[in-house]
């Protein structure tokens, strides 16, 4: 009788995990990487309209690491790892730094290159495709637009050149991509920035984060709709800028601007996970 009665009680147990979490509904979880820094010493090149004249800013360069079950992606790789170990490097009006690869950072968290399933990449700018060639296995998901312009472009040759040799799978995207076929990780299409920007929408059971890719650069750009003197295109920018913000009413999103060091907090500190 005892007996039956423990077994009974296992049973309701586990219907009730069951409901908890229905059958086949992957575990998404979200950290933030360190990917470097970048002092900007005119601020005033993220606007066309003079905005943001006699103004400097230190902005952080954001990866993260989305788990979807058993499933592993990146978003955006970072500065190139040949920076570690370096003095400062300058560029122009922006001196770049960083401390630890995104390969050791991951290593930390128990992820190996080989493990990564997924490379998505918001746009081809340096500082966003740096160290993406450490996981030549992933399938790389890019839009067209700039899958096509980075194979003109040295440095995202070098960067993207598992992918632009044909030898690792590439998904060159043309408008929005449900990476994982349920809707909670999507690559958003919000070109302006350059033909074939991007953004990422991850639903965790928490709530929705948007992750703005170069939609926006710092929370100023989102106040006063400013627009970077190297846009490839205003209007489309601008047009990228209400979707992004309509998105983001609509699902109550978390926004989360990769290069502000104000939303670095908005996020758990690594190695823990936003779930």
């Not at 952080?60 to 690491?65: G, R």
């Not at 040295?154 to 043309?174: E, H, M």
């Not at 989102?222 to 295109?233: D, H």
Request: net charge neutral.
């Amino acid at each position: 009788m005892i007996k039956t009665m423990l077994l009974a009680a296992a049973a309701l147990s586990l219907t009730a995990a069951a409901q908890a979490q229905p059958a086949g509904k992957a575990k998404v979880t979200l950290t933030r990487l360190d990917c470097g820094s970048i002092a900007v010493s005119n601020l005033d090149v993220f606007s066309d309209s003079y905005l943001y004249a006699g103004q400097s800013k230190t902005l952080t360069d954001s990866c993260y690491l989305v788990r979807h079950g058993d499933k592993i992606m990146i978003w955006d790789t970072g500065l190139s790892a040949d920076l570690v170990g370096q003095p400062a490097q300058a560029g122009g009006p922006f001196t770049m730094s960083m401390k630890q690869t995104l390969v050791a950072q991951l290593a930390q968290v128990g992820v190996k290159p080989g493990d990564v399933s997924v490379v998505g990449i918001s746009h081809y700018h340096d500082d966003h495709t740096g160290q993406a060639a450490a996981f030549p296995g992933a399938t790389l998901i890019m839009g067209k637009g700039d899958f096509d312009a980075a194979k003109q472009r040295p440095s995202a040759q070098k960067a993207l050149a598992p992918w632009i040799s044909g030898t690792s799978k590439v998904d060159a995207i043309a408008g929005d991509k449900d990476v994982f076929g349920d809707g909670r990780v999507m690559v958003l299409a919000m070109p302006g920035h350059t033909p074939g920007h991007q953004a990422l929408l991850v639903r965790l059971s928490s709530g929705a984060i948007l992750l703005t890719g170069d939609q926006f650069h710092f929370a100023e750009q989102v106040a006063n709709n400013g627009v970077p003197s190297f846009n490839t295109n205003r209007a489309d920018t601008l047009a990228s800028s209400d979707r992004f913000q309509a998105i983001a009413k609509n699902l109550r999103a978390k926004v989360i601007i990769q290069h502000e060091t104000k939303d670095i907090g908005k996020l758990p500190a690594f190695p823990k996970a936003a779930e």
